[in-house]
């Protein structure tokens, strides 16, 4: 979709990146940092000021006490930490429970490590885990990992903290390792707190929580994410970090940690700025024929397009792109097998002056 909108000169609020700069501080950081000598090989698990900084901010906001030496582990973005789990964890024909929709890399890091993806759509309207289907797959399969997305993405939900604990009472008695997804836990909106794997120790000792910091620093392509989980979990991810990726781009680790240490109030303000953008994108198109779902966390807001045609939502994506010039992406790309609920998401980490744009166009489609 992001190539179709290059080429037709469409406003992009299908892939998920902002179209604005990460704060100046943040940047001038990076300048320091290069020009101090910050030029080679960070440590393997990563900066130790920033893991430092990272186990700090974590007892700030979920009381977790994560050991910056053996529990925390810097990786070239959150799908290269993802990758690098289930490469860890999964050989030929181990299974892995996915719920759909997923983010579209989690089903190939399965297959291309030989494990077998065993799909559960979440329940519509409201994409809720599906507990009953859940629990019969762990009975009747043997299922070695699974991944939770938690705020969600393309769904904008969040899992309450009952969600959680059912999902450990549920677990416990199967030898099932969790990869939770918490790369938008910094975007949970409406006076609601981000419910945390973190904030349950039990679920900890078979889990590993994954975050990123592209997603909360306005700056995806500087690619840095981290992992949580307890020492025997991270030995086994750091051995093949080791010889993938081996270490993360030095001067942003080292920017980072600076604006983690200084800038704590950015942080505690980044739900009210996208809830602000989410507010704005859903009040320009209140009289728009697109039915908005509730967006409780993310950067992406989802609609029904009923009212407008009965076109699949790929097809109707495309249209969108070459007649209105507004890329978003087809729900449908979530799933494997292409379930089509007629649903397209938008990604409204975009200028106010972008979103104003894209929603007058959006505004003539009948």
């Known amino acids: 979709m992001s190539l179709l909108a290059n080429e037709f000169h469409a406003i992009n609020l299908a892939q998920g990146f902002p179209d604005f700069n ?7 950081y990076l300048s320091e940092g290069v020009q101090l000598g910050m030029n080679q090989y960070a440590p393997m698990p990563g900066y130790v000021p920033l ?3 990272l186990s700090k901010r974590l007892k700030r906001d979920y009381g977790f006490q994560a050991n910056p030496d053996s529990e925390i582990t810097v990786t070239a973005g959150a799908t290269q930490a993802i990758y690098t789990i289930i490469s860890a964890f999964v050989g030929v024909g181990d299974k892995v429970l996915l719920f759909e929709p997923a983010y579209d890399s989690y089903g190939p890091a399965v297959i291309v490590n030989g494990g077998i993806p065993v799909y559960l759509k979440l329940s519509l309207p409201h994409f809720e885990i599906p507990w009953t289907d859940l629990e019969r797959t762990l009975k009747e399969q043997q299922i070695k990992l699974m991944i939770v997305n938690n705020p969600h993405n393309p769904a ?3 899992l309450t903290k009952d969600d959680l604990e059912r999902m450990d009472k549920l677990t416990k008695a199967y030898d099932c390792l969790i990869i939770w997804d918490e790369v938008y ?3 949970v909106f409406d006076g609601a707190k981000h419910n945390s794997a973190l904030e349950i120790a039990s679920l900890m000792e078979h889990s590993v929580v994954v975050y990123s910091l592209g997603k909360t620093l306005h700056n995806t392509g500087w690619k840095v994410g981290y992992t949580v989980a307890k020492e025997s979990i991270s030995k086994e991810i750091r051995k093949l970090h080791q010889f993938t990726v081996f270490s993360v781009n030095t001067p942003a680790q080292y920017a980072i940690a600076r604006f983690l240490e200084n800038h704590e109030s950015f942080f ?3 739900h009210t700025f996208y809830e602000a953008k989410r507010d704005l994108f859903i009040q320009l198109l209140k009289t728009s024929l697109f039915d908005f779902l509730p967006c409780q966390g993310s950067y992406f807001a989802l609609a029904k397009y009923h009212k407008i045609s009965e076109l699949s939502d790929m097809e109707m ?3 969108m792109v070459k007649d209105y010039g507004v890329a978003v992406i087809p729900i449908s790309a979530f799933y494997h097998d292409g379930f089509d609920p007629k649903i397209l998401r938008f990604c409204f980490a975009k200028k106010d002056e972008t979103l104003i744009q894209a929603a007058n166009k959006l505004l003539i489609i009948k």
């Open 22 to 28: 990460p704060p100046d501080e943040l940047l001038d």
């Open 51 to 53: 893991r430092h900084e």
């Open 185 to 187: 836990d910094m975007l």
């Open 156 to 158: 904008g939900t969040t």
């Open 268 to 270: 505690n303000t980044l």
């Open 317 to 319: 994506a495309h249209q």
